[in-house]
């Protein structure tokens, strides 16, 4: 049996596609993956032995800028990219049985299935990327922002927005295949049946008509590498420091220098992520430490809280170890909805990303380090679930046979 995994991202986006890899494999499956050409994916997945088939510009290349490209460029890439899709996808899809694709970037995956007769599942990392009235769509930049407060108002402007966007081009490849036009891509894409890869612990779906959701708990794969000597050495040295990282994003250095200053303020050792961005340390005292890539599973079982930007593999990895959080959503794809939701359940504190103040973020920081927060980010970790990406992989051969 023969799987295609497809995404388009930054590692939060390509991970969950690596563990529901590995997890195919234990069950016989042959697996490829459409990803970025990034070094780092490429290693990843020879390392597994799955088949890299590259898509699109690097991303780490896209995210070099600490701000956003302009409406018009990322409307150009938008369009570059369903053209390359329809271009690479037919061939990495000959001979699998089903192609799985995450995230709404993937706009061509479902017509390339339609057209190679083979099954399709859509699958995404959060609740707030699939429509429904119990919450407002995702922040999608480069797109005009309503100014209306009705959800399903919203998600209906929504529509007309990806519609805009990628109407044309999609069906222009489609009418190529002999495919009839699709009218909503948005629900094209999403499909009435998709599959959501989320803690149901820590994101819930709420059942919503129209929509059958399959939640499987979020994919990822236990890492057992051992953290790097100075760090264990930085750990051991006294009390267990605050963890700052914001992954592939590029916060303003105005943020991450309050963000320090109000820890050592509080008598707290920092522990800086260096990341995309490539952090750096404020000065050279001997209470701050940065790292780079380090297991974050074994990492955030030792330290008193977790900074980050709201991305949904750091948010369930932060709360399996049970660790309280301050989310510094950057207002980007579901960061805003993780930050609601490690607040909503009270296992931290949320932060507005634009421009906090050092008063904002002290209080935060209070609320998060609280005995409360502490003991519920505690009970929360016993009950993260630990098998989603098995779940998935049992679910989709099983379909298949």
Known sequence: MRVL???????????????????????????????????EFAERLAGLG?????????????MRGTTLPTAAELSRYRTEMVDTQFDVFPEAADGCDVLV?????????????EAAGIHYVYAGYSAVNLPSPHHAPPPRPGWPEPE????????????????AQFAEPLNSHRTSLGLPPVDNVRDHVLTDRPWLAADPVLGPWRETPGIDVTQTGA???????????????????????????F????????????????????????????????????????????VGEVNHQRLFARVAA??????????????????????????????????????????????DGQAPTAEAI?????????????????????RIHTDGAEVAAGLLLDSLR
């Open 5 to 39: 995994l497809s995404t388009y991202g930054t590692r939060g986006d390509v991970e969950p596609l690596v563990a529901l890899a590995v997890r195919l494999q234990e069950l016989g499956a042959e697996v490829r993956m459409c990803a970025p050409p990034d070094e």
């Open 50 to 62: 799955v088949r890299l088939v590259p898509v699109g510009p690097p991303v780490r290349e896209l």
């Open 101 to 113: 694709a995450a995230g709404l970037a993937q706009i061509a995956a479902r017509s390339v299935a």
């Open 148 to 163: 209306v407060n009705d959800n399903r108002t919203l998600w209906e402007l929504d529509a007309r927005n990806v519609n």
């Open 219 to 245: 994919w990822y794969l236990p890492n057992e590498h051992p953290l790097p000597a100075p760090l264990l050495t930085f750990l051991d040295a006294g009390a267990p420091p605050v963890y700052v990282g």
């Open 247 to 290: 992954g592939s994003l590029r916060p303003s250095q105005d943020i991450v220098r309050k963000t320090v200053e109000v820890i050592r303020a509080r008598g707290q050792r920092v522990l800086v992520s260096r990341g995309w961005a490539e952090l750096d340390l404020v000065d050279d005292g001997d209470d701050c430490f940065a």
């Open 306 to 351: 977790v900074v980050h930007h709201g991305g949904a593999g750091t948010t369930v990895t932060a709360a399996r170890a049970g660790a309280p959080q301050v989310v510094v959503p950057l207002q980007l794809a579901d960061n805003p909805y993780w930050a609601g939701q490690v607040a909503d359940l009270g296992i931290g504190a949320a932060i």
């Open 362 to 382: 002290s209080v935060a920081f209070g609320a998060a380090l609280s005995p409360g927060a502490r003991a519920r980010a505690r009970a929360l970790g016993g």
